[in-house]
């Protein structure tokens, strides 16, 4: 081999030196994929922990559900009623498993309306409130009265609620069916709060307003609390 070739050969081969900078260079390079990848994993993680814990550590009374929380408090009716708790001397807070002297008495006060005599205009209205509540957690019955506007159902609560319809509907004749209604939910509640805090968990998973009287005591969901888990409620006054 010529001199001259050898020379040119090794002037062609690459630097040793050259080469492990080049590698180093390399190697230094960061995986920029790599890096938005774990960026990605770590933050599904952290929305993984903040939703299992936000589902898995309830409060106090609060009932989870698929939507939120429902305190048991909050569906618990308080104070005294607006339009006729002065006029009747009753109080929400009257009605408590507490106080169960108390608690009769103001069922008493509510009942006291039930034998009125209603006009036929008054009594189409009551035939329809009564007949969208019952008391079924006593009773049994489909709903408060008959078709035809007769009791059907010979237990406290439902005399205090077909007391409360008739006081309303002949001194307040100005609420209207709903409010009416709504009102008689408010003392169902009282009268069975227990069986109403696994109703109210149940509306709520279904994203069904718990806090609407109607919707949690009417006959309107009759049942849904169903299949719910009991925390032994006792219901207040008798039956």
Known sequence: MQWWAAVKMDCCKPNKMETKVQNNE????PN?????????????????????GKVSTP???AIV?????????EIIPKGIPDVYGEELGVSYDDVSINNPKLADLTIQKLTAYENKELNTELMQRYIKIGSSISCEYCC??????FSNGERACGCA??????GLAKYLLT???DMTDEQILNELGKWKVLFFPGVHEQKAKALESQGIDSKDYINLASNLYRGAEKGQ???????????
Not at 26 to 29: A, M
């Open 26 to 29: 390399e190697h230094k390079k």
């Open 32 to 52: 920029y994929e790599l890096m938005v990848q774990i960026g990605l994993i770590a933050i599904l993680a952290i929305v993984l922990i903040y939703n299992f």
């Open 59 to 61: 409060t106090g009374n």
């Open 65 to 73: 559900t698929g939507i939120g929380t429902v305190s048991a408090s």
């Open 140 to 145: 049994g019955a489909q709903s408060i009265i």
């Open 157 to 162: 609560h439902s005399y205090a609620m077909r």
């Open 171 to 173: 001194n307040h004749p």
């Open 229 to 239: 888990p009991t925390n032994g409620g006792a219901m207040v006054g008798g039956c």
